[in-house]
T-cell receptor, first 112, second 112 residues
């Protein structure tokens, strides 16, 4: 079945620095979604990428969906303490069941 | 109204109890979901309702029984649960199954 892998699973990031989290699918995706879950909170939708090679920016966050539509990345610049949380990618397969398969998440700790 | 609400926020129940979790959204979404999330793990899909019909059951034990009384409401009936069922139960909704999901705050369930 579909598998979505995220690397790394944990990151400690100095405030002000940049970091990237990666998401890799075993199958071609129709779209990929990114969610953020703060400690003690619930997943909050960040973005959906649909097109091959798509790049979207939200202020300090840059999301990419590579050409083959299997891999994606989230890059955050000038990390702030508010960026703490777990970032999940979730992929939907091109055909069939429309299940959203979540990666294991990247837990980010920001060091002031 | 752009949120998904869930009640109760916390629930403690014994293994012989029967209880229900409730979820409501008024965004006109036609797909609704139940997820189970253990600490430091991704959400794990349990059930999907599409246009008030059960479209996906991820082989969930029968002690969990979903119900979708109308397009705005989703219930999860619980009976004879086990301690390992203790988790955060998240409800989510989306306009269709392929679109971004809006999560509720969850019900933190403890089974004694």
């Amino acid at each position: 079945g579909q598998q979505v892998m995220q690397i790394p699973q944990y990151q400690h990031v100095q405030e002000g620095e940049d970091f990237t989290t990666y998401c890799n699918s075993s199958t071609t995706l129709s779209n990929i979604q990114w969610y953020k879950q703060r400690p003690g909170g619930h997943p909050v939708f960040l973005i959906q990428l649909v097109k091959s090679g798509e790049v979207k920016k939200q202020k300090r966050l840059t999301f990419q969906f590579e050409e083959a539509k299997k891999n994606s990345s989230l890059h955050i610049t000038a990390t702030q303490t508010t960026d703490v949380g777990t970032y999940f990618c979730a992929g939907q397969e091109s055909y069939g069941n429309n299940r959203l398969a979540f990666g294991k998440g990247n837990q980010v700790v920001v060091i002031p | 109204d752009t949120e998904v609400t869930q009640t109760p926020k916390h629930l403690v129940m014994g293994m012989t109890n029967k209880k229900s979790l409730k979820c409501e959204q008024h965004m006109g979404h036609r797909a609704m979901y139940w997820y189970k999330q253990k600490a430091k793990k991704p959400p794990e899909l349990m059930f999907v309702y599409s246009y008030e019909k059960l479209s996906i059951n991820e082989s969930v034990p029968s002690r969990f029984s979903p119900e979708c009384p109308n397009s705005s409401l989703l219930n999860l009936h619980l009976h004879a649960l086990q301690p390992e069922d203790s988790a955060l139960y998240l409800c989510a909704s989306s306009t269709r199954q392929v679109n971004e999901q809006f999560f509720g705050p969850g019900t933190r369930l403890t089974v004694l």
